[in-house]
């Protein structure tokens, strides 16, 4: 009896974990399946080079979210204090309604002062903020204290600063917060091919920006056109190579050559460049003169040789880690 008792309860057990196995054997394999469907996903929205087209009369750019952007604005790295609110006033003076930030910066507070001090409409101007790696496991928590330190009752754009641990996590977090209009598009710094393709398959809500280190020394000519294929808009930071590379990449002879041709400076020629690969540009200043130079680029155009002279200059050098 106490046999039969016991065949029983194994039997018992035998069926129970044989129904385990094929449950999380069909999740498995569903899970293999979504990620094989998106990933079709990507090869299609990168074979159809759905490329959003710049607009230059109106220096915007329409957004997969369906917002409009700016084509140029003020990175604010480095930027502080009373320095950055001033940088950011004199950036709004001079018509810049794109303003980049982030959790690291420390600044967050100084650009939302800014803002509601210019007296501009709070729809005119498009601000974009980051969450870090550090703040990934707690991503609400890091959502809340931006949207409170800029105090601009919601975010443009919200980017994770770079891959780190539960950043599709926190990225998910970010997307309840655009159903609630918290925040109303998505992105992603420094990321590429291997990382996107890995990322996007595990998200619902396709990012609307990629904002990556691009200037003539680091071109990106393979990973910018990837991004772009996928409908997603590619926004460039460091444009003028970053400090301890500037004056090298300002000075450069074919950049001065060509400037020389349109009477313009160096630093709007490189702006050009970006704008007519399709690139947005955020490049930082405090200096209320650079920061007027930065804004006059669309009233010249360069050649399709004056591109490819300066797309030669590419030597992969990458200038920070990220």
Not at 99 to 126: C, H, L, V, W
Not at 152 to 176: C, F, Q, R, T
Not at 214 to 233: A, K
Request: proline letters at 4%; glycine letters at 6%; aromatic letters at 10%.
């Amino acid at each position: 009896m106490k046999k039969k008792k016991l065949y029983v309860i194994l039997a018992i057990i035998l069926i129970i974990g044989f129904v385990i196995y094929i449950s999380l054997n069909g999740k498995n394999k569903q899970k293999e399946n979504e990620k094989i469907v998106n990933e079709n996903v990507i090869e299609k929205l990168e074979q159809e080079k759905n490329i959003a087209k710049f607009n230059f009369e109106t220096k915007s750019v329409k957004l997969n979210s369906g917002y409009e952007m700016p084509l140029n604005g003020l990175g604010t790295y480095s930027l502080t204090g009373d320095t950055c609110y001033n940088a950011v006033s004199s950036a709004l003076k001079s018509g810049v309604r794109l303003i980049d930030t982030a959790y690291m910066y420390g600044n967050e507070e100084e650009i939302g002062k800014a803002i509601r001090d210019s007296g501009i409409p709070r729809e005119e101007i498009f601000v974009i903020t980051k969450i870090y790696p550090s703040q990934f496991d707690n991503p609400k928590e890091a959502i809340e204290l931006a949207l409170k330190k800029l105090d601009i009752e919601y975010i443009d754009m919200m980017l994770l600063h770079h891959p780190g641990v539960n950043d599709v996590s926190a990225y998910k977090e970010m997307e309840k917060y655009v159903g609630i209009g918290k925040i109303r598009s998505l992105g992603l710094s420094n990321w590429y091919v291997k990382e996107l393709k890995e990322f996007l398959p595990q998200v619902n809500i396709m990012p609307a920006l990629v904002q990556n280190e691009i200037h003539p020394y680091y071109q990106e000519n393979d990973v910018i056109p990837f991004i772009q294929n996928l409908g997603i808009i590619v926004q460039g930071w460091y444009p003028f190579g970053g400090r301890g590379h500037t004056s090298e990449l300002l000075n450069n002879e074919t950049i001065v050559k060509i400037a020389n041709n349109h009477n313009v400076s160096s630093a709007q020629v490189i702006l050009r460049w970006n704008l007519q690969k399709g690139v947005v540009v955020i490049p930082g200043s405090s200096n209320p003169n650079h920061i007027k130079e930065n804004t006059d680029i669309y009233r010249f155009e360069l050649t399709e040789d004056e591109m490819e002279q300066i797309n030669n200059l590419d030597r992969n050098e990458k200038y920070d880690w990220y």
